[in-house]
Nanobody, 116 residues
Framework: QVQLVESGGGLVQPGGSLRLSCASS????????IAWFRQAPNKEREGVSC?????YYADSVKGRFTISRDNAKNTVYLQMSSLKAEDTAVYYC????????????WGQGTQVTVSS
């Protein structure tokens, strides 16, 4: 059974940093495209970042967030810095095979709250 498990969320002050982790059992993350999405209250889910052979970022997080892989740990990270109140959301990781256009596997989400 495939599982994606996010961790690392929490409460942080504006300007602070957090590192989110996406770990998997049953899925080799290095063989998949991995993305981070987020959904704030009363807003649609939006893509934040993706890693395939390259990395991609939404304009709203470019220069502040960094996505990376640790293949030995079968984990993908999202390092978030210079956090703003508008980054507050539930963050989800998702995985898809390279040949697929839609994400096939999703984690349960981790809450990130940026507030003073």
């Amino acid at each position: 059974q495939v599982q994606l498990v996010e961790s690392g969320g929490g409460l942080v002050q504006p300007g602070g940093s957090l590192r989110l982790s996406c770990a998997s059992s049953g899925l080799a993350l290095d063989e998949h495209a991995i993305a981070w999405f987020r959904q704030a209250p009363n807003k649609e889910r939006e893509g934040v970042s993706c890693i395939t052979g390259s990395t991609y970022y939404a304009d709203s997080v470019k220069g502040r967030f960094t996505i990376s892989r640790d293949n030995a740990k079968n984990t993908v990270y999202l390092q978030m810095s210079s956090l703003k109140a508008e980054d507050t959301a539930v963050y989800y990781c998702a995985a898809r095979r390279p040949s697929m256009s839609s994400y096939e596997y999703w984690g349960q989400g981790t809450q990130v709250t940026v507030s003073s």
